[in-house]
């Protein structure tokens, strides 16, 4: 089996964790608990996510078939891919709230391209230390990475001033650029990393 299709499978193994997860934040919507931003927040989250879990740099290194800078390509276009289709989602889940009248579809976009924003900043930062430390040393870090900035988030949706379109559009290419920089770093830990 080909590396990609390794990466595929083990995405495939997580999104049944995921899915779990998002039926349970989509009750806890239908009970008014959470709002339908938050479900589709939650949803873009876990999609930018699912190829940073995708196989563990180890694995990836041994393969033969791929060098160490495509291989690492691969799971950042992978990540961008996914991020694509989160930011399908929240267009879509931003046009269905505003339709049934559980929100304004502006604030629903600007909820979804932030969080794609925070999506793609905490890919940035995860992937290089996956790199670096490898696998089981970067899982420490795991939580406080991605449940910060899903906190402040979340705490900003349901507390702080609506963003505007124009500045949740900056903190997306910003992010994006983040991304090639960690892109950069990725690649050149892994070629130093030895074999």
């Known amino acids: 089996m080909t590396l990609m299709g390794q990466m595929i499978l083990n995405m495939s193994k997580s999104l049944k964790g995921y899915a779990l997860f998002l039926c349970l934040c989509a009750l ?38 791929f060098p160490r800078r495509a291989a690492v390509t691969a799971r950042y276009l992978l990540v961008l891919l996914m991020a694509l289709a989160g930011a399908a989602f929240g267009l879509s889940s931003g046009i269905f709230i505003a339709i049934i009248g559980a929100g304004d579809a502006p604030s629903a976009l600007d909820t979804a391209l932030l969080s ?30 991605v449940i910060i900035p899903m906190t402040l ?24 650029l983040g991304l090639g920089i960690s892109c950069l770093i ?5 070629e130093k990393t030895p074999k």
């Open 28 to 65: 806890l919507a239908l009970l008014g608990i959470f709002s339908l931003p938050t479900v589709v927040t939650m949803t873009i989250l876990l999609l930018i996510m699912l190829p940073v879990g995708g196989i563990s740099p180890d694995t990836e290194q041994k393969d033969p078939a």
């Open 116 to 145: 794609l924003s925070v999506g793609l900043f905490v890919a940035g930062v995860l992937m290089p230390l996956n790199y670096h430390f490898g696998t089981q040393r970067t899982r420490r870090y795991l939580y406080p990475i």
């Open 153 to 176: 988030l979340l705490w900003q949706e349901r507390h702080g001033a609506p963003p505007t379109l124009l500045s949740t559009g900056r903190l997306t290419i910003l992010s994006l």
């Open 186 to 190: 990725s690649c050149r830990t892994a």
